[in-house]
């Protein structure tokens, strides 16, 4: 549990934009991040946390520094298929079924035909979505689409769960209930978890640690430990404890000046 | 439900209307026209029904030159869409110029497909294929290429191989942009494979049939061909609508 | 996947210049390596067949003019009833269930077959091929300028209501520079089709245009004639593509770049 499995080493990343400026999304940003931990990147929009996350996934390459996940690069662990992203969007394929929709990453993995029947079953009856399997995409609630994509992630067993702001397009009442979903899921499972918000109480509810960056350019402005018991419900967030985490992360933004 | 009846009352009613006009010689009025310049819609039916095997005869002939024309010409602007998905730097160059090949007028290429072929059909054929070509290529190729925002993250976030991509995310995904092609080419085919009946050397088919008939100031014989032609259309496009429905229930469109 | 500008322009042109390239080598195969006698006919080298274009520049340009002055008479008819009957479908409810099914039937008419008929019925060159042009420019553009007008947000709409703007000005402010994207779909589609019908009708027994010059050269078996009049037809085809492109340009600037919806 406390081994530093994810390194982050000097992580910079610029743009050149259409008017040719340099945009500085990162600015040598360092992180340890520890195997089976839930950590969330929280900050604005424009403080990189999305950018992070990318290049943590190998979806992008940083112009400066690196990043050494079990002693290889994330190239290796993504050709490995070691990664279950879940993005801001569902992402489901209109044109396949909810079951369907789930098997897609277990297809190109080559996983045998029995077990990702099992898995599906598995990951379904886990998001509550037992009934839903021969449903088109279409045919569900954006909350229901995005529990597919989670069930989705999962079903590879990842050894990364990577989340990129899986909940901002839902409202309050379904965001507060899928994160309660999603700790109790990640109890079940031993993933490393990396998960970008820009929510403060959402960032606190769920993590061992929040990571607050700071925009122009993004920075790494503090790491918060959350000492909160685990399990964790909704009604936490009434608790006096939650809201000190909240106002000290708070602080945290009204501090740098933004 | 009041709502669906009125969908189809309402143009019926008009349809009924018009015809009845027209029969009882008020286009004619109107238009300024002889009776043997624009024959009225019964003495069209008549002349259909006396002929009416030689008109599916013609009709025939017109609609397989369309059909294998359309099916070649879709077959290879796919594949050129492909191509310019695989290479897609120099594939859009490509597509640039297809879409300047799409503007270029039917009517010229038929002399020249009368040069390359002997055959009234292998002409047709070689008219149609051109023409349905482009349209095939410019939707599959959007098809292929615009993707919903992620889902490419998603196949490279499991390590999947191009080909992969291409089979499970890119060629369903262009489903309903190949639909839209064929249904813009079945208008398309009918039409070049009757103009291109204009000027072959084919003694059959309704563009033949058309010409022979006004040649011989047959107008309601022509008319009737019209009408034979445009109902083949109307019947292929609802066979690729039910196609479209079953195979792509899925999309926007089909709900 | 983005490629610039300027490199789009490199690529087109390397086309161009690579399609004109395989034509000359096509053409030469046909005439000294397959050894065809019908390679002057069938496939002429495309220099020759540039040489004759330049050579009969004149001849070629007031063919043309005719035949394009036409279709462009035609398109702009039908373009204007296009939009006129779109705007009223979107008026009236009754008007577009009435007259809906029947675009979408008389888009399956083969219109350019009836060429023949509206020639034996107006007996007029002239008038026929403004008839078929308008025609055939009046379906794209009614049906896209159409899908146009619907495809307005309602809130766009509810914001002129709350401040109970009239119906005229709703369409002024709202709805038609909404649809203006969806009209010129419509009207790249049609412009090369007016083309097309112009030229046609030419060829069912006009005394000027390019057609006529295109069938007359045919039968006549003046060959470098005929391509010259092919490639000019093409010409003219394209051109008024890219006019119709150009005006895009000029009057919805911000539209550069982006596709409008195909109907």
Redesign the interface.
């Known amino acids: 549990m406390s081994e530093t499995q994810i390194q982050v080493k000097d992580v910079s990343m610029v743009y050149t934009n259409n008017a040719g400026e340099k945009i500085n999304a990162l600015d040598s940003v360092s992180l340890d991040i520890k195997e089976g931990e839930f950590i969330s990147l929280l900050g604005p929009s424009g403080c990189g946390k999305t950018t992070l996350l ?1 290049i943590i ?3 992008l390459q940083p112009t400066d520094g690196e990043i050494i996940i079990d002693g290889q690069s994330p190239r290796d662990i ?4 070691e ?3 879940v ?3 569902p ?1 489901l ?4 079924t909810v079951r369907r929709n789930i098997c ?2 277990m ?3 080559g996983v045998p035909k029995k077990e990702r029947t099992s898995r599906i079953d598995e990951k379904l009856d886990l998001v509550g979505l037992k009934d839903f399997g021969k449903k ?3 045919e569900l609630s954006g909350g229901m689409q995005q529990r597919v994509g989670i069930a989705r992630a999962l079903a ?1 067993n990842p050894k990364y769960l ?1 989340m990129d702001e899986p909940f901002s397009a839902l409202d309050e009442f379904t965001r507060e209930k899928l994160n309660e979903d999603l700790l109790e899921i990640w109890g079940k499972t031993k993933s490393t978890v990396i998960f970008v918000t820009h929510n403060i109480p959402e960032s606190v509810f769920l993590s061992d640690r929040v990571i607050v960056l700071t925009p122009h350019p993004g920075k790494l402005a503090a790491v918060v430990d959350i000492d909160l018991p685990r399990p964790r419900r909704n009604e936490l967030r009434d608790s006096p404890e939650f809201f000190e985490y909240v106002a000290k992360i708070r602080k945290c933004f009204q501090e740098v000046k933004m | 439900m009041m709502n669906k009846v009125k969908n189809i009352l309402w143009p019926l009613l008009f349809g009924i209307a018009f015809l009845a006009l027209w029969q009882m010689g008020y286009v004619h009025k109107v238009l300024d026209l002889k009776p043997f310049q624009l024959p009225v819609p019964l003495e069209i039916v008549q002349t259909l029904h006396a002929n009416l095997p030689k008109a599916i005869k013609d009709c025939g002939v017109t609609l397989s030159g369309a059909f294998i024309g359309m099916m070649i010409g879709s077959a290879i602007g796919f594949m050129i869409a492909v191509i310019a998905t695989i290479f897609p730097k120099w594939g859009y160059g490509g597509l640039i110029i297809i879409t300047a090949f799409n503007a270029m007028p039917i009517v010229a290429l038929s002399p020249i497909m009368n040069l390359y072929f002997s055959t009234g059909m292998a002409q047709k054929i070689g008219v149609v294929t051109i023409v349905c070509m482009a349209a095939m290529a410019m939707n599959a190729y959007s098809g292929l290429n615009t993707l919903k925002p992620y889902s490419m993250d998603l196949m490279h976030s499991v390590a999947a191989e191009r080909w992969v991509i291409f089979k499970k995310l890119r060629l369903p995904n262009c489903m309903p942009n190949v639909f839209t092609a064929f249904k813009i080419n079945v208008a398309a085919s009918i039409i070049a494979a009757i103009i291109s009946e204009y000027f072959a050397t084919s003694t059959a088919g309704l563009g033949f049939g058309i010409k022979d008939n006004l040649r011989k100031a047959e107008m309601a014989m022509g008319w009737s061909y019209i009408v034979v032609a445009s109902l083949a259309g109307v019947l292929i496009y609802i066979v690729i609508l039910l196609l479209e429905r079953n195979v792509i229930k899925w999309h926007a469109s089909q709900r | 996947m983005t490629i610039s500008k300027h490199e789009r322009r490199l690529v087109t042109a390397v086309w161009l210049v690579g399609i004109l390239a395989f034509w000359e080598i096509m053409a030469f195969i046909l005439k000294y390596v397959v050894k065809s006698e019908m390679a002057s006919v069938k496939l002429p080298f495309l220099h020759t067949i540039f040489i004759t274009m330049f050579q009969n520049a004149g001849m070629l340009l007031e063919a043309s003019a005719v035949t394009f002055s036409r279709a462009l008479l035609g398109f702009a008819i039908g373009a204007v009833i296009g939009v006129v009957l779109a705007i009223l479908m979107s008026l009236s409810k009754t008007l577009e269930r009435i007259a809906f099914p029947y675009l979408i039937i008389s888009q399956m008419i083969p219109v350019l077959g009836l060429a023949p008929i509206i020639f034996n019925i107006v007996r007029d060159m002239n008038l026929s091929r403004i008839i078929i042009a308008a025609y055939i420019t009046f379906f794209p553009v009614s049906v896209n300028m159409l899908s146009g007008l619907k495809s307005v947000d309602q809130e766009k709409k509810e914001l002129l209501y709350a401040i109970a703007a009239s119906k005229f000005n709703v369409y002024r402010k709202l709805m038609l520079p909404y649809a203006m994207p969806y009209l010129f779909t419509g009207l790249k589609i049609a412009a090369p089709m007016a083309v097309t019908a112009s030229i046609l009708v030419d060829m069912l027994g006009s005394k000027s245009g390019i057609g006529v010059k295109m069938l007359y050269s045919l039968y006549s078996s003046s060959m470098d004639i005929f391509w010259a009049s092919v490639i000019t037809s093409a010409i003219l085809g394209i051109v008024s593509y890219y006019l119709v492109i150009n005006a895009e340009h000029f009057f919805l600037p911000w539209q550069s770049g982006k596709e409008g919806e195909t109907a």
């Open positions: 990318r996934a190998d979806l993504r050709i490995k298929q990664y279950g992203i993005f801001q969007q992402v394929y209109d044109w396949r897609l990453p297809e190109i993995m088109y995409p279409f590879l990577l």
